[in-house]
C-alpha cells in the first residue's frame, strides 16, 4: 500500500535545465494537487486537478506546466529552471469527485530541488 | 478563493502544557476543517479533522474546535510531548469536489522537556 509516491527524492539541476517531477498515486482518488514548500514557510499551491482530464492554476504557477497523465499520475515540469525554483515539491490527492470533496488529502514524501 | 490564516506563526510550550492554533478562514461555504501534522523532512498528515455539523471532535490528546459564525476553528493539544514538536497547517475546505485546497502558512511548535 505505497498511497503517494513521487519521484525522484532529490535533484541538483543547473539553471535553464529543464526536469519533470513525478507523481503516482495507487488510491483511485480522482484529484491531484502539487505544492511548493519554501524554507520556513508554508505550503504553496502550484496546479492541482480536479480529476482526470482537467488542470488548474494555483496560487504560484509561473514558471511550471503539469499533465495529468490517467486518474493515477500527475507530472510537474520545470522548463526552464531558476534558482527561485529551488524548494520541495510535495504531490498530494484526495479523493475528490461526486461526494468526495471532504476528505483527507495524502501526500507524498517530497522531492527536494535544488537550482544552481 | 480561500484565505486562510494560522496564529502564532510559532508556539513553544513546556512540556505537559497545552497548545492551541487557531485557524481564520473567509469563505464561508467551507464545511470541512482538517489538521494536519507536518514533521522534519515528511509530507504533512492528516491528525484530525470536524465537520461543520459538529462544534467539537477529540480524540485522546488533541482536539478541534469549531466556529463557524466567526468563522474560526481551532487545534488544541493537551499534555504535549517531545513527540509533539513539528510543524501544523490547516486546510479549510469548501465542499464541492474538485475545489482548490489551500493551507495556512503553518504553526511551528516546539515542545521543551
Known amino acids: 500500500n505505497a498511497g503517494v509516491t513521487q519521484t525522484p527524492k532529490f535533484q541538483v539541476l543547473k539553471t535553464g535545465q529543464s526536469m519533470t517531477l513525478q507523481c503516482a498515486q495507487d488510491m483511485n482518488h480522482n484529484s491531484m494537487y502539487w505544492y511548493r514548500q519554501d524554507p520556513g514557510m508554508g505550503l504553496r499551491l502550484i496546479y492541482y486537478?480536479?480529476?482526470?482530464?482537467?488542470?488548474d492554476k494555483g496560487e504560484v504557477p509561473n514558471g511550471y506546466n503539469v499533465s495529468r497523465l490517467n486518474k493515477r499520475e500527475f507530472s510537474l515540469r520545470l522548463e526552464s529552471a531558476a534558482p527561485s525554483q529551488t524548494s520541495v515539491y510535495f504531490c498530494?490527492?484526495?479523493?475528490?469527485?461526486?461526494?468526495?470533496?471532504?476528505?483527507?488529502?495524502?501526500f507524498g514524501q517530497g522531492t527536494r530541488l535544488t537550482v544552481v | 478563493g480561500e484565505n486562510v490564516e494560522q496564529h502564532p506563526s510559532t508556539l513553544s510550550v513546556q512540556e505537559g502544557d497545552s497548545a492551541v492554533i487557531k485557524c481564520t478562514y473567509s469563505d464561508s461555504a467551507s464545511n470541512y476543517f482538517p489538521w494536519y501534522k507536518q514533521e522534519l523532512g515528511k509530507g504533512p498528515q492528516l491528525i484530525i479533522d470536524i465537520r461543520s455539523n459538529v462544534g467539537e471532535k477529540k480524540d485522546q490528546r488533541i482536539a478541534v474546535t469549531l466556529n463557524k459564525t466567526a468563522k474560526h476553528f481551532s487545534l488544541h493539544i493537551t499534555e504535549t510531548q517531545p513527540e509533539d514538536s513539528a510543524v501544523y497547517f490547516c486546510?479549510?475546505?469548501?465542499?464541492?469536489?474538485?475545489?482548490?485546497?489551500?493551507f495556512g502558512g503553518g504553526t511551528r511548535v516546539l515542545v521543551k522537556p
Open positions: 498530494a490527492s484526495t479523493l475528490g469527485g461526486t461526494g468526495g470533496g471532504n476528505t483527507e488529502a495524502f
Open positions: 486546510a479549510p475546505k469548501v465542499g464541492a469536489a474538485g475545489n482548490k485546497l489551500t
Open positions: 486537478s480536479a480529476s482526470e482530464g482537467t488542470t
